[in-house]
């Protein structure tokens, strides 16, 4: 989604963590620069902010914070733009016939709000019915925290997240919910401590009652749909 080049209605936009499309917007010259070239570039970038905030880069304690601070944008937090990163989707066939619901809970969630790069960390659940598909355990973790690891919008997260285990399990039975807290929302601005966000994505049979209701019940979490 484009919207009009007005500074009030970006802010307005970013501040109320509305999110425009459930794809990351990417550039499609995102990946012309190595990641070398790229550390190099946002580290006089780091320094200049610094810098213009007045402090002094001579100083032992902070002379090599853009470097790290280059480094960790591109290798660690946002390190999950590059496709190349994406966990190699390996399946086993269903040998057991186990055709209910499987749920992995409690899957941590260390990701960036795209509208004030500040952390949201949070927890994962994810349920999903075999159609005879199974994945390993651990990929499912591997798949939250490559999506994680962008600069991110909570609801965007969890569409990708089940779009694609979707993809993986060749089925659209597939949940997510995620809770979490933001630090834009906990450490500045309104300041709330104690609140998170829950958001949701049901796909195919979740979307019924019974199914959801069953999956709510395992990760035994009080919230109201
Ligand atoms: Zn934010």
């Not at 007045?54 to 496709?83: C, H, Q, Y």
């Not at 499912?140 to 997260?157: G, T, W």
């Not at 609140?195 to 979490?221: H, P």
């Amino acid at each position: 989604m484009k919207i009009e080049n007005n500074i009030e209605e970006y802010d307005s936009l970013g501040d109320n963590h509305i999110g425009t499309s459930s794809n990351t917007p990417l550039r499609n010259d995102a990946f012309r620069l190595s990641n070398e070239e790229k550390i190099d570039i946002i580290k006089d970038d780091v320094r200049h902010i610094m810098e213009t905030l007045g402090l002094d880069l001579t100083d032992d304690s902070l002379n090599g914070t853009p470097n790290r601070v280059a480094k960790m944008f591109v290798k660690e937090i946002f390190g999950g733009l590059n496709p190349k990163k994406k966990p190699n989707a390996s399946t086993f066939e269903n040998k057991y016939k186990y055709g209910e619901m499987l749920v992995e809970k409690n899957i941590t969630v260390y990701s960036t709000c795209e509208h004030h790069l500040l952390p949201i960390v949070g927890r994962a659940h994810i349920a999903y019915i075999s159609n005879g598909t199974v994945v390993g355990l651990s990929k499912m973790n591997r798949i939250v925290d490559y999506f994680a690891k962008r600069p991110q919008v909570q609801e965007r997260l969890t569409i990708q997240v089940v779009k694609e285990l979707q993809d993986v399990l060749d089925t659209q039975d597939v949940a997510c919910i995620i809770d979490a807290k933001h630090l834009c929302v906990n450490s500045r601005g309104i300041r709330d401590i104690e609140s998170s966000t829950v958001t949701s994505e049901f796909g195919g049979k979740f979307k019924e009652e019974a199914t959801r209701r069953e999956f709510l019940d395992y990760i035994k979490l009080d919230t109201k749909f």
